[in-house]
């Protein structure tokens, strides 16, 4: 059976199509998968990146104010057995 060009470029043309169609469900898709995911996160106590980021910046300089504290402490002791 012979396949004429015109018939090609028909289902050419509706393959084409079908592919746009399904990256506009896709695009849909993703963004409506966004949502819900955003919403479900929200019921829950996240913390984003750059918060954690902050904490983790504070409790360093704590620990480091506490270092030298206790040396501070160590320092004061001495002197008064001394």
């Known amino acids: 059976m012979a396949v004429d060009s015109k018939t090609l470029d028909d289902i050419s043309e509706k393959i084409a199509s079908g592919i746009k169609m399904l990256g506009g469900v896709k695009m849909g898709a993703e963004a409506q998968i966004q949502n819900i995911v955003e919403g479900a996160l929200a019921h829950f106590d996240v913390v984003t990146h750059e918060r954690m980021e902050v904490q983790e910046a504070m409790l360093k300089k704590a620990r480091e104010d506490l270092q030298k504290m206790e040396e501070r ?10």
Request: no cysteine.
């Open 73 to 82: 402490i160590a320092t004061l002791e001495a002197q008064l057995k001394g």
